[in-house]
């Protein structure tokens, strides 16, 4: 059922192209997968986010625990009919909001303990909870639950998530009874590669569908991811899809790729968007300034969205100075699509055998890549 086949390789580099096959359809990789936290990916309809050629998105199991509740949407028929997008959804397993709502929490061999920040009551999220939760969910590809170590941390500290990480992967995987989700482990070890190899062989062993990599863009410098990712990859199966966790801007996509990387998730294009940030091909354009007033020409001539293909810049420019909902959805939709373009000409120049000199100049210091 979740079958990952390689379509190419890059001779020069590890990149490859291939697709994962779900219950809901095939994913096609490289991806990048926008982020639905709540079963809504903000301020796109399902049918929008279609246009943007995403082919999965990600939703989050603490935030639904929360509200409206997994058995809420277990009644509805599954996540999926849920929030009407019939495409393969990746839930992530609550582990990220460990380290994200470090000041509500406390951790424990046993799980975490959240303090709800909507009533105040105390939320207990155990591996064997988080798998149920997503169970009820019915997402196609689960995320094991993990400790995500902030940064900096000590060498100690680190180890200590890495070990908790790795026996919650465990429980994880005996909790897990359905045959229509792959589970997926994650490996941490911060900034220190032993930690990092350690994790990754512990994973490995587990023979799941796919591995992510975790506990990087959490405030490390980017030549530590880039590090991370250098190391790692040789230390992976081969024949499984690689998933780096919270990372989407382009030069570190391209990177990534270039070294074997399948996955992406990131909130910054539609966190962008809602603040009137437009991504153009590699740059970031503020819709707010007065350089837009009368510029009538489509944000980007060569992006088939919505937002370009209806729209002027001018016009964006007074939906984002007036504060209309409209202009941050534009945005947002925009940016999303300009990630998911820049993964599919990633894939599409490594069928052509050109991906090393359209996109591997962007894992040097050169500023030359692709004109895609």
Same mark, same amino acid.
């Given at each position: 059922m979740f079958n990952f086949q390689i379509k190419a390789n890059c001779s020069n580099t590890d990149a490859r192209t291939g697709t994962f096959s779900t219950p809901h359809g095939i994913i096609s990789t490289p991806t990048f997968m926008p982020v639905g936290t709540l079963g809504t990916v903000k301020g796109i309809t399902s049918q929008q986010l279609k246009s943007t050629g995403a082919n999965i998105v990600l939703s989050n199991t603490? +935030?639904?625990?929360? *509200?409206?509740? $997994?058995?809420?949407?277990? $009644?509805?028929?599954? %996540?999926?009919?849920?929030?009407? !997008?019939?495409?393969?959804? %990746?839930?992530?397993?609550?582990?990220? &909001?460990?380290?994200?709502?470090?000041? %509500?929490? &406390?951790?424990?061999?046993?799980?975490? =303990?959240? /303090?709800?920040p909507?009533?105040? /009551?105390?939320?207990?999220?155990?591996? /064997?909870?988080?798998? #149920?939760? *997503?169970?009820?969910?019915?997402?196609d590809i689960i995320m094991a639950f993990d400790q995500c170590p902030s940064y900096p941390a000590t060498e100690n500290d680190v180890k200590?998530? @890495?070990?908790?990480?790795?026996? !919650?992967?465990?429980? @994880?995987?005996?909790?897990?009874?359905?045959?229509?989700?792959?589970?997926?482990?994650?490996? #941490?070890?911060?900034?220190?590669? +032993?930690?990092?190899? +350690? @994790?990754? /062989?512990?994973? =490995?062993?587990?023979?799941?569908p796919g591995i992510a990599i975790g506990g990087v863009s959490v405030g490390e410098p980017v030549t530590e991811i880039h590090s991370i990712v250098r190391n790692l990859m040789p230390l992976l199966p081969y024949e499984k899809p690689r998933y780096l966790m919270g990372i989407g801007s382009l030069k570190e996509m391209a990177v990534a790729v270039a070294n074997g990387v399948d996955l992406f998730d990131c909130v910054i294009p539609t966190r962008l968007g809602r603040h009137g940030t437009a991504l153009v091909r590699d740059e970031r354009w503020n819709l707010r300034n007065a350089r837009f007033r009368n510029d009538f020409q489509p944000l980007d001539k060569t992006c088939n969205c919505e937002a370009c293909t209806f729209y002027t810049r001018a016009y964006l420019h007074h939906l984002i100075r007036s504060e209309e909902l409209l202009g941050l959805s534009l945005l947002s939709l925009h940016n999303l699509t300009n990630l998911i373009r820049f993964t599919k000409a990633m894939s599409q120049s490594i069928l052509e055998g050109s991906f090393s000199e359209d996109f591997a100049p962007w894992n040097k210091s050169s500023d030359s890549h692709h004109t895609w």
């Open positions: 603490y +935030h639904l625990h929360i *509200q409206p509740g $997994e058995s809420v949407v277990s $009644e509805a028929g599954g %996540l999926h009919d849920f929030m009407a !997008w019939d495409g393969p959804i %990746l839930t992530d397993s609550g582990g990220f &909001q460990v380290f994200s709502l470090s000041k %509500l929490n &406390q951790i424990n061999d046993h799980g975490v =303990s959240f /303090k709800n909507r009533n105040g /009551k105390k939320i207990e999220l155990t591996p /064997k909870k988080a798998i #149920q939760i *997503q169970m009820a969910l019915g997402a200590d998530a @890495c070990n908790r990480t790795n026996t !919650w992967l465990k429980h @994880c995987i005996e909790a897990h009874t359905r045959s229509d989700q792959a589970l997926f482990g994650i490996v #941490q070890g911060g900034c220190f590669p +032993h930690l990092r190899e +350690h @994790c990754a /062989k512990f994973v =490995s062993d587990c023979d799941l």
